[in-house]
Every structure is written in structure tokens, then in C-alpha cells.
């Protein structure tokens, strides 16, 4: 799975859209095969998230401002700041955007994607027909044999110890 979940973000760094779909099948693929896969919070694509917010600020940026490409200035500001996208970032951006005049609704300007949807959270299933599974399952049998034994031993053994005291 690890493999495979960096395959999922190699393919988003590069940026082909078509690979990474196909990654991201894969994984789900083996981690909807394979028990104890767990991924955790989920696998975030970062890349492809940056990348179209990036062109929701290219989209809505213009050179027809009389203060310049006022998104521009904002990037440039904010971004050296931090390492990656966060809400700090967002905050950032909209406060320089507050400076100037014409940004007072960066809301209504910019459409930001929705991160969820750059979230990716596969869950493997409580059992699987593999090796794992398969041991679990004759564990479980093994596991219960023995306890039906001690409980009809210690059944026995009470039905004896009853028959004895009675004589």
C-alpha cells in the first residue's frame, strides 16, 4: 500500500491528471482487497489543490486594476511565508487583497476549489479471502473450540462433583 500511496503522489506532483485517476484506482483497488490497510486521515492531493487555486487566482486576476495584478502582490507577499497551503495562507492572501480598493470581496471574486473534494480515504474490508484473512479465520475457529472444551469440561466436572455429593 505504501508503495502504491506514493505512487498516488508522484503522479499528482508531476500533474498528469490521467495518471494519478489511475493511481488512485490501484490504491482503492488493493486497499479494497487487503485487510489492516489503513490509511490513516486519507491521501490529500496537495499538488493538484495548489495547482487549482492557483489558476482560480490566474482566472480572476487581471492587469486592468489601476494598483497592478493585485492577486499577484498577495501571492507574492504571503506565499514566501508559508510552506504549504493552509487557512493562515488564506487569511494572509485576503488581508493583503484588503489593502487595495478594489479587493474588498475576494469571496465573490475568487472561487476557490473545495478541499474535501482533494481528499481521498479508502477503507479496507474486515475480512479478506488472503493469507491474513484466512489465519484470522482458523484462529477464530481454533479460539472458540477451545473455549466450548474448557466450558464442557467445566460442565462435566460440575455434573460429576453433584452426582458424588448426593451419595
Known amino acids: 500500500m505504501i508503495e502504491r500511496r506514493g505512487a498516488v503522489t508522484s503522479a499528482d506532483e508531476i500533474g498528469n491528471v490521467d495518471t494519478t485517476v489511475n493511481r488512485l484506482y490501484d490504491l482503492q483497488r488493493y486497499v479494497s482487497a487487503h485487510m489492516n490497510t489503513d490509511m490513516g486521515k486519507g ?3 496537495e499538488a493538484s489543490y495548489k495547482r487549482d487555486v492557483q489558476a482560480a487566482y490566474d ?3 487581471s492587469d486592468s486594476n489601476p494598483n497592478g495584478n493585485i492577486y499577484k ?3 507574492e507577499t504571503c506565499a514566501p511565508r508559508f510552506s504549504r497551503w493552509s487557512i493562515a495562507y488564506v487569511q494572509c492572501t485576503t488581508s493583503e487583497l484588503a489593502k487595495y480598493p478594489s479587493a474588498d470581496s475576494l469571496s465573490s471574486d475568487v472561487k476557490l476549489p473545495l478541499a474535501d473534494t482533494y481528499l481521498h480515504v479508502f477503507i479496507s474490508p474486515a475480512w479478506s479471502p488472503d ?3 484466512w489465519s484470522v479465520l482458523i484462529s477464530a475457529v481454533i479460539g472458540l473450540m477451545i473455549i466450548v472444551r ?3 469440561l ?3 466436572r460440575l455434573i460429576l462433583r453433584y452426582h ?3 451419595e
Open 164 to 166: 458424588y455429593k448426593n
Open 154 to 156: 467445566l460442565t462435566l
Open 59 to 61: 482566472k480572476v486576476s
Open 43 to 45: 491521501l490529500y492531493l
Open 73 to 75: 502582490k498577495a501571492q
Open 131 to 133: 493469507f491474513a484473512g
Open 150 to 152: 474448557l466450558l464442557s
